[in-house]
């Protein structure tokens, strides 16, 4: 565990067009990093691409390694289908998966632990953990378990703010929570946005100097209600994560994940998952339609004005490097594209 081996990585003139016809391009990709020799065998072999590369993932499922991973669920960056492809393949890779919300509270046993748990309580759990299970749930980051395999899902910032502003008055799916949000948004006349549709409720916003604010991702990869998340201190502990994939390549994150963690998502690829609830496109209670649509206008205003847009711009781009990377390592593009 404390030899350790260079790798250069490069790969040059990488272009990615998705879904949207949102172009990301890569060119000339320089990579140094510094990996353990531990669980895994890297080779680099002469050459300029990212097929030169040569990686051995000696890590096979073994009945006798205490196997565990713990799901830092982001919500509404495709955690769902994530989490419900890890129950598909509970039978076939014989593990067990922990809904941590649905658990009882360790402190408290008649009462359940629900979403986004204390550090305390949390730091109890993960101690507790049996061989062969994994942990979901929409809860922190807690140091100490570097053992554990950590993985999570982050998505664009400004998809992940459009789809939590529909999702919340949602009411087919949250039902009386979905309710209550649509009184809040009604009462408030000036920043609400009742029964607006995303770029409407920008363009409100923008023009009434209201608060803007993104759907914080960041805030997950730090200790619960640290004073002091920054970006650095999220980047360190993305770090240590086994994978954070990215939602607009989920197709890639779910390969990815099976050559990572292959005592969970080994045969990922035919597993049959039952239908996962989504945010839906028509809203009759609101009659609003464009869910999932970003004008051009409303990228400029949220750039301008929300609070955290640097930060969490700056993190997620930060972890779609660290994302595609490793996917160089991992000799997955080819297969990708």
């Known amino acids: 565990m404390t030899q350790s081996k260079l790798i250069i990585v490069s790969a040059t003139s990488i272009l990615l067009v998705g879904v949207h016809q949102v172009v990301f391009f890569l060119a000339n990709l320089s990579g140094i990093f510094n990996r353990p020799e531990c669980e895994k065998v890297v080779q680099h072999v002469e050459g300029d691409n990212h097929n030169d590369v040569e990686v051995d993932y000696a890590r096979a499922w073994d009945p006798n390694r205490e196997n565990r991973m713990i799901f830092t669920h982001v919500g509404k960056s495709g955690g769902s289908y994530v989490g419900n492809l890890i129950g598909s393949l509970t039978n076939r890779n014989k593990f067990t998966l922990v809904n941590g919300a649905l658990e009882p509270d360790p402190f408290n046993p008649d009462r359940l632990v629900g979403f986004n748990p204390s550090q305390e309580k949390l ?195 930060e972890v779609k490097k660290m994302f595609w990377r490793k996917a160089v390592e991992l000799q997955l593009l080819n297969k990708a594209w």
């Open 123 to 317: 730091f109890a759990i993960h101690s507790a953990m049996p061989n062969n299970t994994v942990y979901k749930n929409h809860a922190n980051y807690v140091p100490g378990f570097e053992d554990r395999d950590w993985i999570s899902v982050v998505r664009d910032p400004l998809a992940l703010f459009n789809s939590h502003f529909y999702y919340a008055v949602d009411t087919q799916i949250r039902n009386a929570k979905g309710f209550e949000t649509l009184k809040t948004r009604k009462k408030d006349k000036l920043c609400g946005c009742y029964a607006l549709e995303f770029d409407e409720c920008i363009d409100t916003m923008y023009k009434n100097k209201c608060t803007i604010e993104l759907k914080p991702q960041m805030q997950y990869f730090c200790v619960m209600k640290d004073p002091n998340c920054t970006v650095e201190v999220a980047l360190s502990n993305a770090e240590k994560y086994v994978l954070v994939g990215i939602t607009e390549e989920m197709a890639l994150t779910t390969q990815m994940l099976e050559k990572l963690v292959p005592w969970v998502f080994r045969g990922q690829a035919k597993a049959v998952m039952t239908k996962q609830r989504s945010t839906h496109l028509f809203n009759p209670v609101t009659n609003t339609t464009l869910n999932g649509a970003i004008s051009s206008r409303s990228r400029k205003q949220i750039k301008e004005r929300a609070i955290n847009y640097h930060e969490e711009m700056k993190f997620y781009d």
